[in-house]
């Protein structure tokens, strides 16, 4: 979703934007800009459709400099993908503002700002913001008051930076809804909507809470809270680097994230496993009290994330742990019956996708009691809202089509798994051959991504089509609806799961030689009826891509390529059989040309609804 940057310094802060820019290129964006207060007191304005590389080149090309800047990479709401529309937006001259977020009642201040007098150069809603602050300026006001008075007017959810002619020097920052970060260094002030775009300038940093507005000078940080009161806010310092968004000898962010998965998972397990057993302080210090408490638990994600939740709903169920999982978008709008003793657990890469955030709120309010967070970033908005949080640890996420958070999700909520199953009379023994497996599981992707050469030569079978089914059964239903996202995501071609006792009853009237099938085939009580269903697409002349244990007894023929996967247990079996599927995307949108990391209309962290 779109970035901010912005900085007070006392030096020429253009390349720290244009830096902070780069670094946020992974969330997704089709425009780029920004606005820097000059030496003439007047603002130094560049935008431009594309890439951040082209907004530099224009920067260089004007010389732009100032000491103190906003910059934005946008991912079209309102309005087109145009250079009018692009950010940062000013008014008349004097107030520069960028925005991440949605303004809802838009239309209603449009409307008397038009009646105001006010002229509208774009199509966004983030100019009424922009208007509304200099119609407060021009009251008498400070651009501190300014901008207060304008956010008790608006409703939506918005991060915003703000600069002004009538008062160099000085950056304000507010805060409802979408990340937003002050970093801080020697007499040097940032703004960013991710660390990402903080680190090779500084490792401190502020989280804003949702209400706050911070004034940010050369003198230093104050911040008020949505009831004007000034508080403190802690001072935290990453452990991140700013080489984290290198890409080393990969081609692509994607393909370095798959590989990385080993490494991934280790990090997600280490310290949370004592010999055979399970860690239960892994989930924080109230852990054993909410974990007591719960009787079953209702999963809340989106995406990817609700796959994860999918795979997690067979794990507990199969062990006695009632369970319901739920897309986000739409838990938070029908009135949820709450069964007594519920657990409500989120999980999300970011920790800042805006329905995942609306629905634990929303939860909340419909009276579960207890929320537990599965998530990748510690300083994310879902973690700080939730009871308790269990963090991946799987490192910066840069492509946009999720993989190694996803295997790490996975292997958390196995982990979920063992400490609920525990309350259900879960054997010693059961438990240690679950952790056995869950050390097994780095040295076993390994294994996976050898098949990677393989997959790549296949991947032009897939180039020309149009559609591709994927097959699961069981637990690998949602590997397979996983299998497909990937695959529609980043080569754009029109992919489905489904779960395979389903196809005939209605997909198998689509399959044909123009119609690939991929299925997923481990070894286990479900085999036999999988076999039968792929007996199903060879009898109507489907292509097959088949991806299965060496067990399995399924024959490979010039209609059905065979790719044998390592023999592996059930119960880790979703996580490994993942692998080969995202190399399957990987190499088809690679043989396509597409954009692998930034796919178009898409962005990494969607902080709206």
């Given at each position: ?28 964006y089709d425009s780029a800009g ?31 400099l100032g000491s103190t800047g ?494 044998e996967v390592a023999p592996v ?41």
């Open positions: 979703m779109c970035g901010i940057v912005g900085a007070v310094a006392a030096r020429n802060i253009v390349p720290v934007l244009l830096e902070g820019l780069r670094r946020l290129e992974y969330r997704g920004i606005a820097v207060i000059d030496g003439a007191n007047q603002f130094a304005r560049t935008r431009r459709i594309g890439k951040v590389k082209e907004l530099e080149g224009a920067v260089d090309q004007e010389s732009v906003i910059a934005h990479t946008r991912w079209a709401t309102h309005g087109g993908v145009t250079e009018r529309n692009a950010h940062p937006h000013i008014c008349w001259g004097t107030v520069a503002v960028v925005c991440n977020g949605i303004i809802e009642n838009n239309d209603a201040l449009r409307t008397q700002q038009l009646a105001d007098g006010f002229e509208f150069t774009s199509d966004t809603d983030t100019e009424v913001i922009v208007h509304q602050i200099y119609h407060h300026l021009n009251q008498g006001m400070s651009l501190l008051q300014a901008v207060r008075a304008t956010t008790a007017q608006l409703e939506g959810s918005y991060a915003l930076g703000v600069i002004s002619v009538r008062e160099p020097g000085r950056l304000i920052a507010a805060r409802n809804g979408p990340p937003l970060l002050v970093g801080l260094r020697d007499g040097e002030f940032f703004i960013a909507s991710d660390i990402a775009a903080l680190l090779p300038v500084t490792q401190n940093y502020i989280v804003l809470e949702d209400g706050d507005v911070a004034d940010i000078s050369s003198e230093g940080v104050s911040i008020y809270d949505d009831k004007g009161e000034r508080v403190e806010r802690e001072v935290l310092e990453s452990q991140l680097t700013a080489d984290v968004v290198n890409l080393g000898a990969y081609r692509h962010f994607m393909l370095k994230e798959i590989f990385e998965q080993p490494a991934a998972i280790a990090e997600t397990l280490e310290g949370r496993i004592a010999g055979e057993r399970l860690l239960e302080s892994a989930f924080g210090y109230r852990a054993n009290e909410i974990f007591d408490a719960c009787e079953d638990v209702q999963f809340v994600a989106c995406g990817t994330s609700y796959h994860a939740a999918l795979v997690a709903k067979y794990w507990l169920e199969s062990l006695g742990v009632g369970c319901n999982a739920e897309i986000a978008s739409e838990f938070r709008y029908r009135p949820v019956v709450v069964r007594p003793r519920s657990l409500l657990v989120t999980i999300s890469q970011s920790g800042e996708t805006a329905d995942t955030l609306a629905a634990l709120e929303y939860a909340k309010g419909r009276g579960f009691e207890h929320s537990l967070t599965i998530c990748n970033v510690p300083e994310s908005s879902l973690v700080r809202a939730s009871d308790v949080a269990l963090m991946t640890r799987a490192g910066p996420e840069i492509g946009v089509a999720s993989t190694k958070a996803f295997t790490a999700q996975l292997t958390a909520l196995l982990l979920l798994t063992i400490v609920l199953a525990r309350r259900r009379g879960l054997a010693a023994r059961d438990e240690a051959k679950l952790v056995q497996e869950l050390r097994s599981l780095p040295a076993k992707i390994e294994q996976a991504l050898a098949l990677d050469e393989q997959i790549r030569a296949i991947a032009e079978q897939l180039v020309d089509k149009q559609h591709v089914l994927f097959l699961g059964r069981g637990a690998h239903y949602p590997v397979a609806l996983e299998g497909a996202l990937k695959l529609k995501e980043i080569s754009y071609i029109h992919a489905e799961g489904y779960a395979a006792g389903e196809l005939k009853h209605g997909p198998l009237a689509l399959i044909d030689s123009d119609m690939p099938v991929v299925a997923v085939a481990p070894n286990n009580e479900l085999l036999e009826k999988l076999k039968s269903n792929i007996q199903e697409v060879r009898a109507r002349g489907g292509k097959l891509i088949v991806f299965a244990d060496p067990a399995s007894g399924i024959q490979q023929d010039p209609h059905c390529r065979v790719f247990d059930d119960c880790i079996a979703p996580i490994i059989y993942t692998v080969p599927l995202q190399l399957l995307a990987y190499h088809v949108a690679v043989t396509k040309g597409t954009d692998v990391d930034k796919p178009r209309n898409l962005a990494k962290s969607v902080t709206v609804e």
